[in-house]
């Protein structure tokens, strides 16, 4: 049998420690959370494994130190009010919960969806919202937000889910290359209403089913 609250430490320690994350409030959050409560009972047994484990229909939970990293970047404050883009079976979330006052969490898998929410509620996580809808549309009705995470890799970041940052907010993603090389995780932040990006590390982070980039025309 698994000793999962040993593969936890085992992951913070070998995993995210040694990959430049510090934050103690990220680091005690993730030691806390059972990532394996967020798998199905076939892929238990991966959760603390550092890779994107899939969970069909083109989806995958993010690898661990890749997810952590995005967080860490996005400065979460006590304060805060979050958005997770494409929140799957809702483990980015529930890591998202501990460190800000709330959580809105959109997904469009129904499957997915109800996973998330059966296990939120066994973990008692209240802070969440959990709303159906096309992650790539964000939910402006709930916002504007102070930080952001679209929890997959996407060719580039809706300009309908940059608009939903508060002045001063924070979102984070990997963009991934239309060729197939490795991706890029970037954080971007709004300041005097303009929204501007830098690189932080490369990942390899799946691209999300639908954040396909509208056609470009040319003359």
Do not use: C, W
Not at 28 to 57: C, I, M, N, Q, T
Not at 158 to 186: F, K, M, N, Y
């Amino acid at each position: 049998m698994t000793d999962f609250a040993l593969a936890r430490r085992n992951m913070v320690d070998g995993q995210l420690r040694p990959n430049r994350v510090t934050n103690a409030a990220l680091l005690a959050a993730v030691g806390e959370l059972p990532r394996e409560r967020f798998l199905p009972d076939g892929l238990k047994s991966v959760a603390y494994a550092d890779d994107d484990v899939p969970l069909g229909s083109g989806r995958f939970m993010m690898e661990p130190m890749v997810l952590a990293r995005l967080i860490q970047s996005l400065q979460p404050q006590p304060e805060d009010k979050a958005l997770v883009a494409a929140s799957g079976r809702g483990y980015g979330a529930a890591i998202l919960a501990k460190l800000v006052n709330s959580v809105v969490a959109v997904e469009n898998n129904a499957d997915l969806a109800a996973s998330a929410q059966q296990t939120l509620r066994d973990l008692r996580v209240a802070n969440i919202q959990l709303v159906a809808g096309q992650p790539d549309q964000g939910v402006a009705a709930s916002g504007p937000y102070d930080v952001i995470l679209i929890e997959g890799a996407v060719q580039e970041v809706p300009h309908v889910i940059a608009d939903q940052l508060a002045e001063g907010g924070r979102l984070a993603t990997v963009l991934a290359d239309p060729s197939g090389a490795l991706g890029v995780a970037q954080l971007f932040v709004k300041q005097g209403g303009v929204t501007s990006g830098r690189p932080l590390f490369d990942a390899g982070t799946p691209l999300l089913p639908g954040f396909t980039p509208p056609p470009r025309f040319t003359f």
